[in-house]
């Protein structure tokens, strides 16, 4: 079965730190690129980053910029949000999703919520 | 940036009707448009890619259409498992990649 599964996530003060994992099975991971994409309590879907298969291109939203960092390791079928700085405006369910040219399999979300 | 609008941002329709969802992009992207339902507490799935072509597994009553600006998302025959959120995403390969807001379809 094609799965992903992230973890986590958890509470945070303003300006901390979170390592997000994504766990992939059931597919050559290393032949997909690979994105990671959040929903705001009550709000619509936005692309954080993604990452090409062998990892030499990686793209963010501004929004994240100099904050976070996307990478993978191919040989643990594994994908990882490295969050630093974290702001309240980063609260979110965090979901990796397969593919560039559309998402076709997505985890089931790890949430993160950044309060003091 | 290019920006998605999709229109409505609800709707309320019985089982059984048409339903068409509609966005557009503030310039040309080709057909370089993905669909996508959400249902709460769920995470995505997608429907449509490439603006028309139908994600395998998704029942054949959900169809895409257009191309350059305009597209459109339709539900041929309203079905109670179709109450979902409906999103449009623009992606151009590799580094931008946009959702609409959304819209939330109810069922009467």
């Known amino acids: 079965e094609v799965q992903l599964v992230e973890s986590g996530g958890g509470l945070v003060r303003p300006g901390g730190s979170l390592r997000l994992s994504c766990g992939a099975s059931g597919f050559t991971f290393s032949d997909y690129w690979m994105t990671w994409v959040r929903q705001a309590p009550g709000k619509g879907l936005q692309c954080v980053a993604n990452i090409k298969e062998d990892g030499s291109e990686k793209y963010y939203v501004d929004s994240v910029k100099g904050r976070f960092t996307i990478s993978r390791d191919n040989a643990r079928n594994s994908l990882f949000l490295q969050m630093n700085t974290l702001r309240v405006e980063d609260t979110a369910v965090y979901y990796c999703a397969r593919g560039a040219f559309g998402f076709d399999v997505w985890g089931q979300g790890t949430t993160v919520t950044v309060s003091s | 940036d290019i920006q998605m609008t999709q229109s409505p941002s609800t709707l309320s329709a019985f089982v059984r009707d048409r339903v068409t969802i509609t966005c557009r992009a503030s310039q040309s992207i080709s057909t370089w448009l993905a669909w996508y339902q959400q249902k709460p507490g769920r995470a995505p799935g997608l429907l449509i890619y490439a603006a028309s ?28 498992d179709d109450a979902a959120t409906y999103y449009c995403q623009h992606y151009d390969g590799h580094s931008t990649w946009t959702f609409g807001l959304g819209t939330k379809v109810e069922i009467k």
Do not use: A, H, Y
Request: charged fraction near 5%; avoid cysteine; glycine fraction near 14%.
């Open chain 2, 53 to 80: 072509s139908l994600q395998s597994g998704v029942p054949s009553r959900f169809s895409g259409s257009g191309s350059g600006t305009e597209f459109t998302l339709t539900i041929s025959s309203l079905q109670p």
